[in-house]
């Protein structure tokens, strides 16, 4: 039994607020219930000092998906990816209520929903079945609407009290093979949605792992306003030993299959084909100490219509040298005009996507030596006059001894005459008419610059730095209309401002001090801005520095003490005194 209390204080600021303190105490704990079975349990957790996100101006059609930072939820969590069904960013994550509202009425909500407590049990018995059971609750949480004429507000659920549940059963068996079964539910507090979804997994390996067969099946359930049931299977065929491999592989996925309430997943209501074949070397050669060759093909069609979703075909080379230097290069085809379901966000409509290719490369230079240097340009061009993409990640890193370690990377993304949905509204004129939906021919830059240090006081100490700025735009050229047929066309009676310019800036400098075994203290200065407008400032320059100088910006100043408490030590050395 280990049992670690911490405590927090944080001191917030912001220009133009007042500066306000708030204390956090809590406690984890760890407990051995026999050899092979592990406790984990948070009590009022406390995640203010886990890594910030990195987020972007998504004008896609789906979210985006963010990386676990938070500790709990990362560690000896290998049991609960079985199947891929399980997305912890969900608990905690933004609400997932959307409350009507009036005419002149707007909401403000907060941005993610406070975490309860929670706790995960995991181990595996002597006969191969692993166990995984992980249980969090969070709480009821409100937003506050404000009529903006009045001025009157009123408060409603954006998210009830909400309890997350996942279950994991996995067998092993010949030492090389697994069957899992997975089962994810979120049960909502009173009238609001549910969801349940189970999951069957294989991993079955020849004994001699000659030969792979992967695959699983998955059936959701959401009661909700209208309940839906969704089907989901993928099966995979490999070779997996010599130097020639291959792999053959299709996936099935219904309408309304949605294990989005603890899960993630963008695609649905489609079936593909996917194969792939590759050379490797499986020894270090003269010149390299790896070589692999791959080639893939991969076609998806939309279940309904058995249009073309996606079709491509894809080659890349990745390599090592003697020297430790990495080089990579790849090229996919799109070869056939292909019809997208996602971006018009409208059920049974999709638009036109043309024939493209795509070039990528990168080198990464030997981590060893006191300089080295990671470059990846990227490029796409479609068969479309003007429509085309190019990248490029520029990293350089410098260790000036063996405590001090900086690393630099600027990303340049730009995008000319992409094709984007930005808008749709009822056609009043005829209900029979389908939703009137709009496009825009824009074009979108987008930079970053992201900067990180650590230096290593002593093998106790020490110091990390890590800071992101990151802009992006899209500016619109003209506006069109997304015919029937998936064909877009001029639509010059729209004339809303629909330009879209994100910035933002992250900054995070700490502090870390082992000061007995298992207990930490640390210290986090944190200041971080982010604004969103339909004004776009091509003045880089003055877009950075403005953000920085308004009353967005926010500081924040945290110290938290962990102890590490190994109860025992603790009765053993009261034994002894008495």
């Known amino acids: 039994m280990f049992f670690m209390p911490y405590a927090s204080y944080y001191l917030n600021a912001a220009d133009g607020q007042k500066t306000y303190g708030t204390m956090k105490g809590g406690m984890d704990i760890k407990y051995g219930i026999n050899d092979a079975f592990t406790l984990d349990a948070i009590l009022i957790p406390d995640f203010g000092q886990a890594k910030y996100d990195d987020q972007i101006l998504n004008l896609g059609p789906f979210e985006q998906q963010f990386n676990e930072n938070r500790a709990f939820f990362t560690e000896g969590t290998d049991l609960f990816n079985k199947g891929n069904m399980f997305y912890s960013r969900r608990i ?34 002597k006969k191969g079945l692993g166990v995984g059971i992980l249980n969090a609750v969070t709480e009821k949480t409100f937003g506050t609407i404000k009529d903006t004429i009045t001025g009157e507000t009123r408060r409603e659920i954006v998210e009830p009290l909400t309890n997350y549940n996942v279950l994991v059963l996995d067998q092993r068996f010949r030492k090389n093979s697994s069957v899992s079964l997975i089962n994810t539910n979120v049960s909502r507090n009173g009238h609001y949605r549910d969801s349940n979804v189970t999951g069957l997994a ?17 059936y959701s359930t959401i009661n909700d306003t209208e309940d839906k049931n969704g089907f989901y299977s993928t099966i995979t065929f490999a070779e997996t030993s010599g130097n020639y491999r291959y ?9 309304d299959f949605d294990p989005n309430d603890l899960g993630i997943n963008f695609y649905k209501n489609y079936y593909n084909f996917y194969g792939n074949a590759n050379y490797r070397i499986l020894n270090p050669t003269k010149l390299f100490n790896t070589f692999r060759i791959n ?42 005009e292909m019809y997208d ?72 993304l730009k995008k000319n005459n992409n094709k984007g949905y930005i808008d749709s509204y009822d056609n009043d004129d005829n209900e029979n008419t389908p939703d009137k939906i709009v496009f825009a021919n824009r074009d979108v830059t987008t930079y970053a610059n992201t900067l990180a240090g650590k230096y290593a006081i002593n093998s106790a100490m020490t110091l990390n730095l890590a800071v992101r700025q990151y802009w992006s735009s899209a500016e619109n050229k003209n506006i069109l209309e997304l015919e029937p047929d998936g ?51 091509k003045d880089f320059k003055h877009s950075v520095t403005g953000l920085l100088t308004n009353d967005s910006l926010k500081h924040i100043f945290s110290i938290s003490v962990k102890y590490f408490i190994d109860y025992n030590a603790l009765r053993n050395k009261a034994r002894k005194r008495a």
């Not at 066309?489 to 004339?495: D, I, M």
């Open 92 to 125: 905690g994550g933004t609400p997932s209520v959307e409350p009507d509202l009036n005419d002149n009425e707007e909401i403000e909500s907060p941005q993610s929903v406070n975490l309860i407590n929670a706790l995960k049990i995991s181990g595996r018995t």
């Open 202 to 218: 294989w991993d079955l390996n020849t004994k001699a792992n000659t030969y792979n067969l992967y695959g699983n099946v998955k």
């Open 247 to 255: 792999s053959l592989g299709s996936d099935f996925v219904t309408k």
């Open 295 to 336: 080639y893939n093909m991969y076609s998806e069609y939309n279940k309904d219509s058995g249009k073309v979703q996606e079709f491509n075909i894809n080659a890349n080379l990745n390599l090592t040298t003697v020297k430790n230097n990495y080089y990579g290069m790849g090229i996919t085809v799109f070869p056939v």
């Open 341 to 412: 379901y996602y971006e018009p966000r409208t059920d049974n409509r999709y638009v036109t996507i043309p024939r493209k290719f795509d070039f990528w490369g990168s080198i990464s230079t030997n981590y060893n030596y006191k300089f080295a240097l990671d470059l990846n340009p990227t490029l796409s061009v479609a068969d479309e006059p003007g429509r085309a993409a190019f990248g490029v990640d520029v990293g350089p890193r410098y260790r000036f001894n063996d405590k001090l370690l900086l690393t630099y990377t600027f990303s340049l």
């Open 487 to 537: 064909i877009l066309v001029p639509y010059t009676e729209y004339t809303e401002n629909k330009n879209s310019s994100f910035y933002s800036w992250n900054a995070d400098l700490s502090y870390s001090w082992w000061f007995a075994p298992g207990s930490q203290l640390s210290a986090l200065y944190r200041n971080n801005a982010s604004n969103f407008e339909r004004i776009i400032d």
